[in-house]
């Protein structure tokens, strides 16, 4: 079964305005990251958030982890066209190495 | 430049054949991975290797199988037992001490297997 289930399946918003994305989680994680694919292409890593951080920030990309309700959220600022793509949010679950288990992701559409 | 090559990019299978996928990386990773990416989908873990030599079934490691003779190298070969392989296969390698470092995986660009 999935760990990770993102939320919302699908996505989509006006240029310069801001994506929120948001990942639940069902085990306890060392750390949690999230990546972007672009259609028919491999996944690219965004970012990393350890499980005793609570914010990371890069760049226009702003993720939140909390631990007690098992969440995290991807913050996309000023939105571009380019930003359209799909999201995934992945766990490196505790005792489990550096394995990930990905999410469902969200699809993000950014229009002009 | 360092990176993961995935080929082919593009594959096609008959009923009943087995087929190998190929995956290199130049990164000097320890790790890597396949996932297999089914459409509207997240990914789901086929097989992965930490190290040389050796190997640990995913969640779906049914009808595929692998090998880790070189660092460099880990191709998945998808069998006739596999009974629904048309799918999109991804290949990717981590550096296990990076990852307290911010490092995640690095992705090839896939494979997308169909079988006719």
């Known amino acids: 079964s999935q760990q990770g289930e993102e939320d919302p399946q699908a996505l989509s918003i006006q240029e310069g305005e801001n994506a929120t994305m948001n990942c639940s989680y069902k085990t306890s994680i060392n750390n949690l990251q999230w990546y972007r694919q672009n259609s028919g292409r491999g996944l690219v890593h965004l970012i990393l958030?350890?499980?005793?951080?609570r914010e990371k920030h890069s760049g226009r990309l702003r993720v939140t982890l909390d631990t007690s309700k098992k969440s995290s959220s991807l913050l996309i600022t000023a939105s571009r066209a380019a930003d359209t793509a799909s999201y995934f949010c992945a766990t490196a679950l505790t005792g489990g190495g550096n394995k990930l288990t990905f999410g469902t992701g969200t699809q993000l559409k950014v229009e002009l | 430049d360092g990176g993961i090559t995935q080929s082919p990019k593009y594959l096609f299978r008959k009923e009943g054949q087995n087929v190998t996928l190929s995956c290199e990386q130049n990164?000097?990773?320890?790790?890597m991975y396949w996932y297999r990416q089914d459409p509207g989908q997240g990914l789901r873990l086929i097989y992965y290797s930490q190290i040389v030599n050796d190997f640990q079934k995913g969640d779906i490691a049914e009808g595929y199988s692998v090998s880790r003779e070189k660092k460099e190298s880990f191709p998945l070969t998808v069998t006739s037992a596999q009974k629904n392989p048309t799918a999109f296969y991804l290949c990717a390698s981590s550096d296990i001490f990076l990852t307290g470092a911010g490092e995640g995986y690095t992705f090839g660009s896939g494979t997308r297997l169909t079988v006719v």
């Open positions: 958030i350890r499980s005793n951080e």
């Open positions: 990164l000097n990773h320890d790790a």
